[in-house]
């Protein structure tokens, strides 16, 4: 199978798919796709039966919905997963159903995001104020991790997709790390799209053991303390794993108004959006809502617009 | 005749007040109703849209900034009738400095101009007994506000009723790295202080090794007590004006189990019915997060 792919400049962007004959019995088509994407040529003769359409990883869709503009789509996004267990109430199941539902859920959203464009993706799966919670919803919890880690893993690495996980990682089962630790370093170089998962995580955790880091490497007299200013701490945050470890958009669910600890000292600029619906509810239609909503906000980070 | 104006001024202003002694009673009655429910202990504003509102109305620049004053007065006023006893406002941040140096100078002298007159009699300091605390980088400030600053702080020290914590020259990652940066200068004296004592010491168990690498370590309570929120407790709702969702550097480590409400109205426009609104909806979910309180 061929497939032909040049690089898009901007103006591409406004072409319209068209189609143009090379000869009189051969017809090409083209249509662009989003950006970074490249143009898609289909080469389809009427004397043969010959068709050159593209490799099976770009047969997808790739264009955006039509009420998100691609020039103000947020680089990093972040969303708090909340509501699986009042989704199950409210159905009559078990907890667990919910969380089940919501890793269906997950999956969408993850696909949405690398198709349109985004470059990180935060969640927020499991907090250190979740350790309360009881022990078996919590072993659940963690093997249906486990379960849709080992499944959708070599679907995410052929996509170009890097893994991180960040939090306290000392008090998750053994099997889960050795896991976690080999979808990271298997994905490591993947550059396409990159999913965070926050497991056992807290804001405040996050910059403690960012001081004590930097503590340690005042002890050790890599750097003096008046050497220690924002730009170090950033450095020390788990968030380090990335490029850009400021989410635009903090997406969460359930219509609770809270932001319950979950990267404290990121989300200083970021735009919050709070969704009504529970997390397995929340889907395409809520997604392009929040993105929407985030295009229409005026950004000023402590500055004017004039 | 000449007296008719007259007569009809009093008359206007005989109405006045009668008219706002009875929204006072209605508001003091509405407030009774209100405290049957739980109250927050401690309120945060940001006081967006100054600029916007003189806009809008087509007043000059720097009215904007008058009329939010008017607008805080009001709330604190509000407030500390219903018993809130912390209220914290967000006055001024690091990041505003990057304004127009005009804009940040007539700000400035708004803010020395408010500051001297919160030690005057009638100010609202003395009526409610507030203590009022600075909280910021405040070596970032010209001399004139800060000493201002420090002359409040330093004349209101023995008030308890209720205490107000105005946020200038601050930013709430400026904060943690201040809290950072002590902690660790604490902590490396802590360790060469008793490093020295336990010279001889080599006779220790595993058991009291663990707990002094643990008391090595920097933990959460040394990087909150330095702080200088820590003189409040942390908000229980996070009230921003103009409609703008974000916290934009604001009480970042102080607000992760705030409520956030983010009320269209510009700063000037607030009113009482936001700030009900804002407290009925904290009201409705207070208990549920003061069972998972617990169960932390």
Not at chain 2, 11 to 39: A, D, H, K, T
Not at chain 2, 77 to 83: K, M, P, V, W
Not at chain 2, 94 to 120: A, C, H, T, Y
Request: glycine share 6%; with cysteine; hydrophobic share 40%.
């Amino acid at each position: 199978m061929l497939s032909l792919r040049v690089p898009t400049p901007t103006s591409f962007r406004r072409l319209h798919a068209g189609r143009s004959r090379l000869s009189r019995d051969c017809l090409i088509s083209y249509s662009p796709s989003f950006v970074n994407r490249g143009v898609r040529l289909r080469v389809r003769s009427t004397k043969s039966e010959v068709v050159f359409t593209p490799t099976e990883e770009e047969e997808e869709e790739v264009t955006l919905p039509e009420e998100l503009q691609p020039e103000l789509m947020p680089k990093h996004v972040a969303i708090i997963m909340d509501g699986n267990g009042r989704w199950a109430k409210n159905q009559g199941l078990q907890p667990w159903d919910g969380h089940r539902a919501g890793v269906e859920a997950l999956k969408e959203i993850v696909e949405l995001s690398g198709r349109w464009g985004l470059q990180v993706l935060t969640v927020f799966a499991f907090s250190t104020d979740n350790w309360i919670r009881p022990r078996i919803e919590i072993d659940f919890l963690f093997s249906l991790f486990e379960r849709s880690l080992k499944s959708e893993f070599q679907t995410l690495a052929k996509n170009n997709v890097r893994i991180s996980i960040i939090g306290d990682s000392s008090k998750l089962p053994k099997t889960l790390l050795r896991l976690i630790n080999e979808v990271e370093e298997a994905t490591k170089n993947n550059t396409r799209f990159q999913l965070i998962v926050a497991v056992g995580y807290s804001g405040k955790y996050d910059v403690l053991q960012a001081c004590r880091g930097i503590a340690q490497r005042v002890k050790d007299g890599e750097i003096d303390v008046d050497e220690i200013d924002e730009g170090l701490i950033e450095q020390e945050l788990e968030t380090n794993c990335t490029e850009f470890p400021y989410p635009d958009l903090l997406i969460r669910t359930s219509g609770e108004l809270r932001v319950s600890n979950f990267l404290l000292w990121q989300l200083a600029y970021t735009e919050l959006f709070f969704a009504q619906e529970l997390w397995p509810d929340f889907g395409r239609s809520g997604y392009i809502e929040a993105l929407m909503s985030f295009q229409q906000r005026q950004r000023r980070f402590g500055g004017r617009k004039s | 005749m000449a007296e008719l104006p007259g007569q009809i001024q009093r008359m206007n202003g005989g109405i006045n007040q009668l008219l706002e002694q009875i929204f006072g009673f209605s508001r003091r009655c509405l407030f009774r109703v209100i405290s049957m429910g739980p109250i927050p202990n401690h309120l945060a504003f940001i006081m967006d849209g100054n600029r916007r509102y003189a806009k809008k109305c087509g007043l000059e620049e720097g009215s904007g900034h008058k009329a939010g004053f008017s607008a805080l007065m009001l709330m604190l006023q509000y407030c500390y009738e219903l018993g809130i006893q912390y209220v914290t406002i967000y006055a001024f941040s690091i990041d505003n400095f990057r304004r127009q140096p005009e804009e940040v100078q007539s700000l400035m002298d708004l803010m020395l101009e408010k500051i001297k007159s919160l030690l005057e009699k009638e100010s609202i300091v003395h009526q409610y007994g507030i203590r009022v605390y600075f909280i910021g980088n405040l070596a970032l400030l010209n001399d004139q506000v800060r000493a201002a600053a420090e002359k409040v702080m330093k004349a209101t020290a023995k008030n308890s009723r209720v205490v107000l914590l105005i946020c200038i020259a601050y930013n709430s990652t400026d904060e943690i790295l201040q809290a950072v940066k002590k902690s660790c200068i604490n902590k490396l004296d802590n360790i060469e202080a008793s490093g020295s004592c336990k010279h001889e010491d080599t006779d220790s168990d595993i058991e009291a090794k663990d707990m002094e690498n643990q008391e090595k370590k920097i933990q959460l309570v040394d990087i909150e007590e330095n702080m200088q929120m820590s003189v409040a407790p942390n908000p229980d709702i996070l009230i921003r004006s103009s409609g703008e969702t974000r916290l934009s550097n604001f009480l970042l480590w102080q607000t992760g189990n705030s409520q956030l409400c983010s009320p269209a109205a510009l700063w000037p426009e607030i009113g009482l019915r936001h700030l009900v609104w804002a407290i009925l909806n904290f009201q409705r979910s207070h208990s549920y997060l003061e069972k998972r309180k617990k169960q932390l």
